[in-house]
């Protein structure tokens, strides 16, 4: 906006100056001596601005910044700021930030001990995930048992079961911005709150959790329940909460107590200045930063802005100087074109990576209504035919304008332990039709009519094949929906789109059409992080009234696959076992496919032409996961 207006005066003063002089005479012009050798001194180059502030602008404000409160993107982004790590996720792996290393059974940070259990005593039951009590007739996991192979019942007395520790050792001279000293107590008062009724939390870990303590000021040690095999035991480090300030206050008290939720201090590049409610939140170097920052490095001033309604305008914010970075609460495929617009004309860059998030189409396999609707994909066949149908491509091309990429597995390709297909699924709309056929899916006489059903077991002859498709409301799934609806229409099949508010669409069960499992079909994802998510397809997670939180919507059952994922949960990557069930949970899938796979959405963000140092990772859990690297171009542009 300045450079704008500072650009406009000089152009109204020179048109000025052309003007007044076009009214005087013109003088004489005097007669000059000849000269020689005359150097003219080339003129002064105006220096690049000089960037001190950096404004990142982010779609809502959030509603706290206490850890074990709000869980929006926008609040993760700028806790990203406050706190660095302790622990981050790249490339799906946890890497150490403020720990001097991840515990590893390798590395001796982690190990198994055994311990005597008796009717009573706490345990994780191998088969409902769930801490229990020993009991007769129950299942558990024998010492040195790693695998639902040699699972036993216990028919009482006295019982070896493994439980694992492991040992976090942070850096030594971190300090808090306030200039106290980091320490592991700290660590245990985060695990402390956590854990209290009174915060709003999962309380999985904290769950399964037999103890946390302080070995020294530097050290923690983590104590699973015995039965307990945690895949992602190397993260399983409580970010840091700040005893000194917040002692002497309830659980209930910190969480909305202001210097939890609204000045909250960390140890990380910046330190909040002050926020000022509905427009911004200014933050400015930490003093005490362990990380001892370049000189050229960081800003004097990091201004969070939100956008909320404006939030249509966010490229073109850029553009002004209202906003240096769009984070990607900001920004969707949609917007591409006019961001490879601005980016051609040097108004901007922007980058994107596929993420995190698998798109897939889940087919409701065990609806609670039965009937027609589970006999629709009830045969693997029809499901392919389905798939052979679509076009991945093509929507990776047209819906997503380039970015993101076609995915044929419930993770994406990034993951380290994806496993390409044998035979991979190709778009054969020809391959798909002739199988559509074989079911006994037919076609009419002009080929052009929705399929029916002739001698389809649990089918009434004559059925359409036709459903509806849920989908959430969003940038993206209306462009789906067409494409979808277009590509599958080729087929002989009739997809009616429905798009539904998201907080109604995925409410638990039994009130959702989803977990509700009354949908015939939905689009949605599923994000991975550092575990593979098997259990989304186990028949253990099927919602129920016994089980209302279930994530296996799509009633999916099999019994190798619960064999593949079980064996997944109950190992750890240090084990060949473990990557072996993966692979194999990716097989089964692509064989039985309950879900045909679409796409791997991107994520992106977009920033003014002088911001360097973004490193964007695919699965992270803030796109800023590296906010201490971001500095002003050597260049300045």
């Known amino acids: 906006m300045k450079t704008t207006l500072v650009r406009t005066c000089f152009w109204l003063g020179l048109i000025a100056g052309l003007v007044g002089c076009s009214r005087l005479p013109e003088p004489a012009l005097p007669t000059l001596a000849p000269t020689k050798n005359v150097i003219v001194a080339p003129p002064t180059p105006t220096p690049p601005p000089i960037h001190t502030d950096l404004i990142v602008c982010l779609a809502q404000e959030p509603s706290s910044l206490y850890l074990y409160g709000d869980t ?157 095999i945690d895949a992602d035991y190397r993260s399983n480090f409580w970010t840091p909460q700040p005893e000194h300030v917040l002692a002497g206050m309830s659980a209930g008290e910190v969480r909305t107590s202001k210097l939890a939720a609204r000045m909250p201090i960390g140890w990380g590049p910046y330190q909040i200045s002050h926020w000022t409610a509905g427009e911004q939140i200014v933050l400015t170097p930490n003093t005490s930063y362990w990380a001892n920052w370049p000189e050229e490095q960081g800003f004097e001033r990091l201004i969070f802005r939100f956008l909320g309604d404006q939030g249509g305008s966010a490229i073109e914010q850029v553009k002004t100087g209202e906003c240096d970075i769009l984070d990607e609460t900001l920004l969707g495929p949609g917007d591409v074109p006019q961001l490879g617009a601005a980016q051609e004309a040097a108004d901007l860059r922007y980058t994107s990576v596929p993420g995190q998030l698998v798109m897939r189409m889940d087919m409701n396999l065990d609806p609670v209504s039965g009937g027609t609707v589970a006999g629709l994909f009830s045969d693997a066949r029809t499901r392919h035919a389905l798939s052979a149908c679509i076009d991945r491509q093509e929507i990776v091309d047209s819906v997503l304008h380039g970015t993101g990429e076609p995915a044929d597995s419930y993770l994406p390709p990034s993951f380290p332990l994806y496993s390409a297909p044998a035979t991979p699924e190709v778009y054969d709309p020809a391959a798909g039709r002739k199988l559509l056929n074989d079911v006994g899916w037919m076609s009419g006489p002009s080929g052009s009519e929705v399929r029916k059903a002739s001698g389809i077991p649990d089918v009434k002859d004559g059925t359409q094949l036709s459903f509806e498709v849920l989908m959430p409301t969003g940038d993206v799934y209306a462009s789906l929906g067409t494409t979808l609806a277009t590509e599958l229409a080729k087929c002989g099949v009739e997809v009616n789109v429905k798009m539904v508010d998201t907080a109604d669409l995925f409410a638990s069960w039994p009130d959702g059409p989803v977990f509700g499992r009354t949908f015939q079909a939905v689009v949605w994802s599923w994000p991975t992080l550092t575990s593979p998510p098997c259990d989304m397809f186990a028949s253990w997670e099927v919602p129920s009234d016994d089980h209302p939180y279930g994530s296996n919507a799509s009633g999916f059952n099999d019994q190798a696959y619960d064999a593949a994922c079980r064996q997944s949960l109950l190992g750890v990557p240090d084990n060949a076992a473990y990557g072996d069930a993966v692979i194999q949970t990716q097989d089964i899938l692509r064989d039985q496919l309950p879900a045909i796979p679409l796409f791997v959405r991107p994520r992106m963000v977009a920033f003014a032409p002088w911001v360097c140092g973004f490193a964007l990772d695919p699965s992270s859990p803030s796109v800023f996961w590296d906010m201490e690297q971001l500095h002003a171009c050597p260049s300045g542009n």
């Not at 216990?154 to 019982?159: D, E, I, P, Q, S």
């Not at 000293?181 to 660590?187: G, H, Y």
């Open 72 to 228: 929006s993107r926008e609040a993760d982004t700028v806790l990203e700021a406050i706190y660095d790590g302790p622990i981050d996720v790249l490339g799906f792996q946890p890497k150490p930030v403020i720990l001097d290393d991840l515990p590893s059974l390798a590395n001796g940070g982690a190990r198994f001990e055994s311990v005597s259990l008796r009717s009573g005593d706490i345990y994780v039951n191998p088969e409902t995930d769930q801490p229990e009590s020993l009991a007769r007739g129950k299942p558990y996991l024998p010492s040195g048992c790693t695998q639902a192979s040699c699972v036993q019942t216990y028919t009482g007395g006295a019982v070896d079961l493994d439980r694992l520790v492991a040992d976090f050792r942070l850096k030594s001279d971190l300090a808090w911005s306030d200039g106290e000293p980091l320490t592991s107590a700290d660590s245990v008062y985060s695990f402390t709150l956590d854990g209290d009724p009174a915060t709003p939390s999962t309380k999985y870990l904290f769950a399964r959790t037999f103890s946390y303590k302080e070995v020294d000021d530097l050290t923690v040690e983590w104590i699973g329940l015995p039965g307990f």
